[in-house]
């Protein structure tokens, strides 16, 4: 895997929904995505909570790739589980859209775990993501 990109869902609205900044917001960060990850093959896991499967579809059908729902990214708790996810994929990038907390400190764990270095990562606003890059062992805000 060359990146790993963890991305919080945009602003949501009413009944757990996107709003339509919402959608705006996940709508320019899936086009600047696009420009990162041109010509790599990329899958996208997501929380099961309706504005992260929303996130994941706009951000899916912009990179033309395929998403899949799990569990695990929904609980902070699951990190273990959910380091599986990603290493159980042959994509050059992985994307997780999540919650608040996995933003916080998902990118560290699996910086830590994964490529046995400390990347500082820490919340960040809705609509936002983390770019872990493998092969330079860095970590950038998008």
């Known amino acids: ?8 869902h945009g602003e949501d609205g009413a009944f757990g929904a996107l709003s339509q900044n ?8 899936a086009k600047k995505l696009n420009e990162i990850v041109n010509g790599l093959s990329v899958f996208v896991f997501t929380s099961p ?20 729902v799990e569990e695990c990214l929904e609980h902070e708790e699951d ?14 990038v992985v994307i997780l859209v999540t919650h608040l907390e996995y933003t916080e400190w998902f990118p560290s764990y699996f910086a830590k775990e994964n490529m046995g270095i400390y990347l500082k990562s820490y919340g960040i606003d809705k609509g936002r993501a983390w ?4 092969e330079n062992k860095t970590i950038e805000l998008l």
């Open 1 to 8: 895997m060359k990146k790993l990109i963890v991305v919080r």
């Open 22 to 29: 919402g959608f705006e917001q996940i709508q320019a960060l």
């Open 49 to 68: 909570t309706l504005r992260t499967k929303e996130t994941a579809k706009i951000i899916s059908k912009t990179l033309n790739t395929e998403y899949k």
């Open 79 to 92: 990190f273990a589980d959910s380091l599986k996810l990603v290493r159980s994929r042959v994509e050059d």
């Open 131 to 134: 770019i872990v890059d493998c």
